[in-house]
């Protein structure tokens, strides 16, 4: 919320005033207040290996993360070029691949990474694109400074509580916004449906059936995927509803098959068809690449999009928007030690207790070493994993993450945050909302925002000028 | 819509449906138990209670004798038992959340209220009372459940496949009823009813909420034929196999209507009506109680086979 010397940023002067004036058992009654009612809707999510508490909720917190305009107007721009950029890549990684030829990223790292997907060389994409839908995860430093920590341009998740964190925040605290001119998050819906019905194979009606696959109730963001199907209007699948037939893609229905055109899909590669990856996939549907290799069926994002996300071609990230673009990148890269190259290796050993060592396909802040807050024990039995498969890490420095006042026990107090923009590449633009999800490290110091560590969210406000 | 959803509307409210019958079992059974023996006679009631549930193999693979506290834990609570009220509310709640987005909003508030409060009464009641407004409060969710579809649902083939669960469950369990209490309604040789067949037969009105209607209907004290009669082939009366039967064939046509197609399920629910239709109690009575009752468990079995072929699949 303060920059540099403490003086309160513009944006957050009204919520300053506004947090001295409201008493603090109004806000505690709020919270409360709040969490029956995520409670009462359903928002809950699983965590793996913790049969106990099977659905828990995300811990809300009230008090509203803030970005002033001109920063959103940077931070959209960094955006869709960092999308488009990473639209480029995929297609050609899968098609003629100058970026490998150009040795600006290692051969390796594309052909050896798990999540290269062969089946999708040569293969053409509606209108070329890839991830239709992106989930960039961005931290702040400073005022002026924003880095991307991550892309995700699989199957990102957390669209839906930056729907109802606003929903709520509206019911609890309408006298807020109204000293603020906040820049509306509820036609996210609209715009996704808009980009999915755009990118229809040419063989789909003038009204495309744009369904959502789901792995199903016991998938650990299922409330996200029935949520987002009632906003759109469209059928909530599973695999065991879908069957292909001559390489058209049909559903299930009470009056019997109907064609479908485009898939959301909320499920890995892994498991999307039995006959081409995992044959103990019962989530999948067995022939859909079939249907998707021959044109009939588009599947939203694209196969094998893992190539571009995973952390080791994450810190070349600057290379492929100049390579691409021919453009600087407007939104930076958290300086990244690639311990596949063995200068780096020998660095980040060397300094291991002051940074952030992460596994290439770890997710969800699982498979970490947080240097600065590990003992020697877990040090040295990271290093050794390190060590054994240095491949497989990546460095970073621990950063200075921007806080935002955050209701905790002792009342309130700053907490790192983060945010997730989604992005929606269709065939005509890019869609950016105005919001996103914030996260937040609900202990005190922490750095890691994910919800099955523990962390929470809030909402997140765009100032509309 | 997909099968699937309609799949899961249909047995979301078949669960929901069940649920409060195991209710009205149970708190008939209490009251009836409550009463001095001279009055009900020396026969297991609370056998009975898992006989007309439906339950009863399952129950003694899983206990020797019943008696109060095997039965209301069996029926009520166990997680063992698939009918229980608890399991009910388990399956409903699963059903629920798979087709979230086919539900209004009022709808998934009622069962997965309804689910969250289950927690509440633990493992079960630690006294009568406490038990007593347990029953209260599943009919109430039921009610509320059943309310809140009937006031914000549209009337498309979500509304109209939600309502055949609703009405091939609740034929079944009111056939289930006569089919355990069928021989105290037969009408012995001279028989004058005492103090015991009327406890009797009141309670089976009561265990489809009916006392009062019958009094309404028949203006009459209570007659084991008339009991029959009510239950069975009373278009007026909501549980009874005639009105079940005649809501099955409005909602089966109306989705025939909208799919532009009939089917077997649409013939079968038309014959069985036309059977309810064209009997009289009394011919019922002289061709067997009993026998009738039997096939027509069969018929509404076959129904909901029919359906789930014809659009669950």
Partial sequence: ???????????????????????????????????????????????????????????????PRIIAATEWQVLTRGLEQRVKAINAYIGDVYGRREILKAGIIPDDLVYQNPVFRPEMNGQKVPHDIYVHIAGIDIIRIDADTFYVLEDNARTPSGVSYMLENREIMLRLFPELFSRYRVAPVENYPDELLATLKSVAPPSASAEPNVVLLTPGVYNSA?????????????????????????????????????????????????????????????????????????????????VGTGIADDKAVYSYMPEIVKFYLGEEPILKNVPTWRCRESEHLAYVLDHIEELVVKEVHG???????????????????????????????????????????????????????????FVLSGRDRIRIVPGGLTRVALKKGSLVVNSSQGGGTKDTWVLDG | MLSRTADNLYWLARYVERAEYIARILDTTLRLT???????????????????????????????????????????????????????????????????????????????????????????????????????????SSLRFDGSAYRTMLRNDAYWFSRIGVYIERADNTARILDVKYHLLLPAEEHVGGPLDYYQWSSILRSVSALTAYHWVYRENVKPWLVADLLMLRDEMPRSLASCYENLVQNLDRIANAYGRQGPAQRQARTVRARLENSRIKEIFQTGLHEFIDDFVEDNNRLGTAVSQQYLL
């Fill in chain 1, 1 to 63: 919320m303060t920059g540099t010397g403490n003086a309160v940023r513009p944006a957050y002067a009204e919520l300053s005033h506004w947090l001295k004036e409201v008493k603090p058992d109004v806000l505690d009654f709020r919270r409360r207040e709040a969490e029956l009612l995520f409670r009462r809707i359903g928002i809950t999510f699983a965590v793996y290996g913790d049969p106990e508490a099977q659905e828990r909720l995300i811990p809300f917190d009230v008090i």
């Fill in chain 1, 222 to 302: 299922y409330y996200e995927h029935s949520f987002l199907a009632d906003k759109l209007g469209i059928e909530l699948v599973e695999g065991r509803d879908l069957v292909v037939k001559d390489e058209v893609l049909f559903m299930r229905t009470t009056e019997g098959l109907k064609r479908v055109d485009v898939i959301y899909r909320r499920i890995d590669d892994d498991f999307l068809d039995p006959l081409v990856f995992r044959v103990d996939s019962a989530l999948g549907v067995p022939g859909l690449m079939s249907a998707y290799q021959a044109g009939s069926v588009t599947l939203a994002n694209a």
């Fill in chain 1, 363 to 421: 997710s969800g802040g699982y498979g970490m070493l947080i240097g600065p807050k590990a003992d020697k024990a877990t040090i040295a039995a990271f290093a050794a994993k390190l060590k054994a498969d240095p491949k497989n890490f990546i460095a970073q420095p621990t950063l200075a993450l921007s806080t935002c006042p955050t209701c905790v026990e002792e009342g309130i107090a700053p907490r790192h945050v983060d945010l997730r923009p």
């Fill in chain 2, 34 to 140: 409550a009463l001095p023996l001279t009055y009900v006679g020396s026969t297991n009631e609370w056998e009975s209670a898992v006989a007309t549930a439906g339950c009863a193999s399952g129950f003694f693979e899983a206990y020797n004798e019943a008696n109060e506290e095997t039965v209301t834990e069996f029926l009520a609570f166990s997680t063992a038992n698939p009918s229980s009220i608890r399991n009910c509310f388990e399956s409903a709640r699963l059903n629920a959340r798979a087709v979230r987005t086919a539900l209004t909003s009022e709808m998934w508030d009622a069962i997965n209220g309804a689910w969250l409060e289950l927690k509440r009464w633990g493992n079960g009641p630690r006294s009568r009372e406490e038990f007593a407004s347990f029953l209260r409060w599943v009919l109430g």
